[in-house]
């Protein structure tokens, strides 16, 4: 099945600069209407044009293809490919050989980047298994707080999303890292339960974020790769944590889950971006 899209627009995009992975070439498997299962409050897409957990092959694999085919940056100046885009990539039936194609053509490391709402269906955990590297977001271990910051589709539950996250991880044999938005301090009981969450799931890194960029009040196809727009009046800024705040739950964390733990500002002092 190919889902169409209102207009044809590149799938393949960058690379833009990555504090988690290094320069990144991005490749988009939605198209041109942002197409996700979550509906996060910081998203920097802007609203979600399309709220979905049904797969669809919304981007023809040879468009992705030829693109890469067509590619004239050089292969030195891509760190990794990462799969991420205009919404949650395995919304997209061809995300398995569009891994295959990109690592063939580009010998790069594949990185997905994933809300994890699918991971309870056995078909979406083995294509995500051809990934190098999976981030997965993890933004909160209560379902009262999901709701509230991630606002999923109906008919999704918490649970069972942890669940799919948690075979997966059994399974997978690659890097897997969580990637965690931080948009206000935690309570006490909030790391208690989150630190639980992610000694069972054992990852190979916790990466923390917290909102920077101004989030759009529309769709703004710009906004896959990195952008610096400054609020106005299509632009709001979401609630985000202060370096001092961040650093002291990365502290934290590292030290009672004994496993790497970076962050946002940590990386941005680093790279002086």
Request: hydrophobic share 40%.
């Amino acid at each position: 099945m190919v889902a169409m899209t209102s207009t044809t627009i590149p799938a393949v995009y960058g690379p833009v600069r990555s504090w988690r992975f290094g320069q990144s070439l991005g490749i988009d498997l939605l198209g041109a209407i942002s197409t996700c299962s979550l509906h996060c409050r910081y998203c920097q897409l802007g609203e979600i044009e399309q709220l979905t957990c049904d797969r669809a092959e919304f981007v023809p694999t040879e468009q992705v293809q030829t693109e890469l085919q067509q590619l004239d940056t050089d292969n030195s100046a891509i760190d990794v490919v990462t799969l991420s885009g205009s919404g949650e990539p395995t919304l997209a039936s061809n995300l398995a050989p569009v891994i295959d194609i990109a690592r063939a053509q580009l010998q790069r490391p594949i990185v997905v980047l994933t809300n994890g709402t699918l991971l309870s269906d056995r078909a979406v955990r083995h294509d995500l298994a051809a990934a190098d590297i999976v981030a997965v977001k993890i933004d909160a271990v209560a379902a009262d707080q999901w709701q509230t910051i991630n606002r999923p589709v109906a008919g999704l539950n918490l649970d069972q999303v942890l669940a799919g996250i948690m075979t997966f991880r059994e399974q997978f044999q690659g890097q897997f890292t969580i990637q965690t938005m931080v948009m206000e301090p935690w309570r006490k009981l909030d790391i208690e339960r989150y630190k639980a969450v992610i000694r069972a799931l054992m990852p190979d890194e916790v990466q923390l974020n917290t909102p920077l960029r101004p989030r759009p009040l529309t769709h703004q196809l710009e906004a896959r790769g990195n952008h610096d727009a400054p609020p106005d009046a299509q632009w709001r800024q979401p609630r985000c944590v202060s370096a001092e705040v961040l650093t002291a739950l990365g502290d934290q964390l590292q030290a009672d889950l004994a496993m790497p733990v970076r962050h946002r500002y940590e990386a941005a002092s680093l790279s002086h971006h």
